[in-house]
Each structure stands twice: as C-alpha cells, then as structure tokens.
C-alpha cells in the first residue's frame, strides 16, 4: 500500500528564514507527486506536479524538487502570507491520489 | 475555485437522518471526486467518478453513496448518518486520470458536517 509521510508537522519561522519541507513516499510505480497549499478553511489550492526524479518546478518564493524516495518544498525568504498547511500528494493507480497529513507552516513578520 | 461549487456549506444534522451534498462543476471535466479531510488521517478518497453513470469506490467508502446523472454534477449521500462521519467534505475535478498534465485535481472550498 501506498504511504506518504510529511515532516516536519508543523513549522515556525521568522520572514526571510528559508527552509524546506518533506515528503517521503513508498509507491511501486509513480505516476505523479502533486503539492498543495491550503489555507484555513479553504480547499486545497494546487501549486505543483512532478513525474519523474530530478525534476524540478518553481513559483515564485517556492521550489519543489523530486527524488526516486521523497520530495521537497523549498521556501525562500518567506512572507507572512505564505503560512498555510501544506500537502503532498501521491498518484496511486489510474486516478488515486495518496495525501500526506500535511505541514503546517507558520511565517512570523 | 475552479469552478467548483459545493452545497450545502455548513450543516449540522442528527444521527440517523439521511444527508446529501453536491458538488457542482462548470468545467466539463470528466473526473470528479469527493474525499473526507480529518485531523490526524489528512485527506481521504471516498467515491470517484470517471463519467456520467461511472463510479468507483475509494479509500473510506463504508456509509457513503454516489450519483452521477450529468457532468456537472456529482452528489455525496450518507444514507443515515453517524457521528464518525462528522467532517469536512471536499469535491475535486480533474479533465483526465491518467498521467500528464491533465490529471492534476481542483478542489472545492468544502462542506463542514457536522453529525450530532
């Protein structure tokens, strides 16, 4: 069976301390790994997807880079509003997808 | 949102009574799903559909019902709720299930359950 496991639970840092967040994943095939933001109280908001190891994808402060075992969400020179709970996602199968339990990522001004 | 559309999106209901929520797309996309978010189990498939009339079961499907009579439009049924199904219901969309950019999902905003 698929697991997904992200670390740390939660995080706090101050704005422009960079850091990065995990996701380690056990799946015999990959199909896709899919990170999410979500605010509190809102739906999961879809930031980026990546198939195969070395692959990279950026936006704007944010960097996620992908090996055959884990991936990782790096944060550069956070603001305040990037802190929301973020998840990543394993493709299982045709149209399944795996969460983790998410991050939570708190940015202090 | 992606043009998703979840109702109700609160509801507070009694044990036993049967509940219905909807979601509603305006993206013709062709995969839709609903899952159940938790804390300590994060997200959770429950049904997904892969067309109108087509559907499959997830992760947590014991209590749940789907329907899919139009594209737009796929329907989460408890027939008689319990308390363990007090959650926070999200409806996703996606154009494909298959690899490749068009399997990414889109998620609602959610329905809060809450099952007294």
């Known amino acids: 069976e698929d697991q997904v496991t992200q670390s740390p639970e939660a995080l706090r840092l101050q704005e422009g301390e960079s850091s990065s967040l995990n996701c380690s994943y056990t799946?015999?095939?990959?199909?896709?790994l899919f990170w999410y933001r979500q605010d509190p109280g809102k739906g999961p908001e879809f930031l980026f997807t990546?198939?195969?190891a070395g692959e990279e994808k950026e936006k704007e402060r944010l960097k996620a880079t992908l090996t055959k075992k884990e991936s990782f969400l790096h944060i550069t020179a956070p603001k305040p509003e990037d802190s929301a709970t973020y998840l990543c996602a394993v493709q299982e199968g045709a149209q399944k997808l795996v969460f983790g339990q998410g991050t939570r990522l708190t940015i202090n001004p | 949102d992606a043009g998703i559309t979840q109702s109700p999106r609160h509801k507070v209901t009694e044990t036993g009574t049967p509940v219905t929520l909807r979601c509603h797309q305006t993206e013709n996309h062709r995969y839709m799903y609903w899952y159940r978010q938790d804390p300590g189990h994060g997200l959770r498939l429950i049904h997904y559909s892969y067309g109108v009339k087509d559907t499959d079961k997830g992760e947590v499907s014991d209590g749940y019902s789907v329907s899919r009579s139009k594209t737009e439009d796929f329907l989460l049924t408890l027939e008689s709720a319990t308390s363990s199904q007090t959650s926070v219901y999200f409806c996703a969309i996606s154009e494909s299930g298959w690899v490749g950019a068009k399997n990414i999902q889109y998620f609602g905003a959610g329905t809060r359950l809450s099952v007294l």
């Open positions: 799946v015999s095939g990959l199909r896709g």
């Open positions: 990546l198939y195969s």
